[in-house]
């Protein structure tokens, strides 16, 4: 079964961390590129960071860099999302997504076909 599953989300205070998760079934991963996304309220979906489960590259939305982390785990078959100096910008419903390898991974959702449910991140004091 196709899947992607995400986990972590939740309410912390500015400042603070939260690490989401991406459990991933029914894909090979070293075939795929993994996103995150997120969407705020009345706002358009919008690309955060991806990776490739190939060669390890990833890359990051400029609003993230620097306080943002994507890792993967390809024996759990699972890729993560550090996030670290949480702003309340950054409150939005967070998703993964999965599209067949490309020479560099890639920010534009539309070039994702898989998606997972989305986990709640809140970001207030």
């Known amino acids: 079964q196709l899947q992607l599953v995400e986990s972590g989300g939740g309410l912390v205070q500015p400042g603070g961390s939260l690490r989401l998760s991406c459990a991933v079934s029914?894909?090979?991963?070293?075939?795929?590129?993994i996103g995150w996304f997120r969407q705020a309220p009345g706002k358009e979906r919008e690309g955060v960071s991806c990776?490739?489960?190939?060669?390890?590259?990833?890359n990051y939305a400029d609003s993230v860099k620097g306080r943002f982390t994507m890792s993967r785990d390809n024996a759990k078959k699972t890729v993560y999302l550090q996030m670290s100096s949480l702003k309340p910008e950054d409150t939005a419903i967070y998703y993964c997504?999965?599209?067949?390898?490309?020479?560099?991974?890639?920010?534009?959702?539309?070039?994702?076909?898989?998606w997972g449910q989305g986990t709640q991140v809140t970001v207030s004091s």
């Open positions: 997504a999965r599209r067949f390898r490309q020479p560099v991974c890639s920010l534009n959702s539309g070039t994702y076909a898989a």
């Open positions: 029914g894909y090979t991963l070293d075939y795929s590129d």
């Open positions: 990776i490739s489960m190939s060669g390890g590259s990833t």
